[in-house]
């Protein structure tokens, strides 16, 4: 069973940068796709990026599309969430997902492991 376990959060002025990792233990990430959620205050859990086992294929949601980039590092066994021009609205609780399966999914339901999940505050 894969255990993660994110890092990288904190607080940030608007329009900084932040890189999370999500460190990945007990498996290999290369048989699974990856991805990033959110989830801020009295709101739901909403994706913002996901990648496939070997990296090729990538996604990102409208809302973050051009500021934020996900990327792995099966080597490393970690995965990357690089955040730059970071907006108030960003402000959340970030979690990290694993599917089993080459392709990720935008649907939560369809991750079999998750991460603590690490908080990101966006001062205006």
């Known amino acids: 069973q894969v255990q993660l376990a994110e890092s990288g959060g904190g607080l940030v002025q608007a329009g900084g940068s932040l890189r999370l990792s999500c460190a990945a233990s007990g498996g290999t990430i290369s048989n699974y796709a990856m991805g990033w959620f959110r989830q801020a205050i009295g709101k739901e859990r909403d994706i913002v990026a996901a990648?496939?086992?070997?990296?090729?294929?990538?996604y990102h949601p409208d809302s973050v599309k051009g500021r934020f980039t996900i990327s792995r590092d099966n080597a490393k066994n970690t995965v990357y969430l690089q955040m730059n021009s970071l907006k108030p609205e960003d402000t959340a609780v970030y979690y990290c997902?694993?599917?089993?399966?080459?392709?990720?999914?935008?649907?939560?339901?369809?991750?079999?492991?998750w991460g603590q999940g690490t908080p990101v505050t966006v001062s205006s």
């Open positions: 997902a694993a599917r089993t399966a080459l392709l990720p999914s935008t649907n939560q339901n369809n991750y079999d492991y």
């Open positions: 990648i496939s086992s070997r990296g090729g294929t990538t």
